[in-house]
């Protein structure tokens, strides 16, 4: 069993950065899993923001994150992070991180049912 657990949320002017942080617990070496960012916004579906492929570690991005946002993990402390700098209102979400077992790349990573372990997510507000 995998447990995911987000923190750094909060509010933050646009212009302004948020590190999110996803701790995992239980069977899970991060290392071994591809792990993904996504958000929901009040009345929007959830979208893929940014992905970490357990091949090789690459990572992608949503266009719309794309120069703005890092996605890293660290495997000693087993966490998950993303790094969002230049915020702006539009980035109001709550944000998810998720986990999959399997390899996946460019035609998986963003698609929300190939990830079986998701975190109950944290709210990040952009006031303009």
């Known amino acids: 069993q995998v447990q995911l657990v987000e923190s750094g949320g909060g509010l933050v002017q646009a212009g302004g950065s948020l590190r999110l942080s996803c701790a995992a617990s239980?069977?899970?070496?991060?290392?071994?899993?591809?792990m993904g960012w996504f958000r929901q916004a009040p009345g929007k579906e959830r979208e893929f923001v940014a992905g970490?492929?357990?091949?090789?570690?690459?990572?992608y991005y949503a266009d719309s994150v794309k120069g703005r946002f890092t996605i890293s993990k660290d495997g000693v402390k087993n966490t998950l992070y993303l790094q969002m700098n230049s915020l702006k209102p539009e980035d109001t979400a709550v944000y998810y991180c998720a986990a999959s077992s399997s390899g996946l790349t460019t035609a998986g990573i963003a698609r929300e049912n190939e990830y079986r372990y998701w975190g109950q997510g944290t709210q990040v507000t952009v006031s303009s």
């Open positions: 239980g069977h899970t070496f991060i290392s071994m899993y591809t």
């Open positions: 970490i492929s357990s091949i090789y570690g690459s990572t």
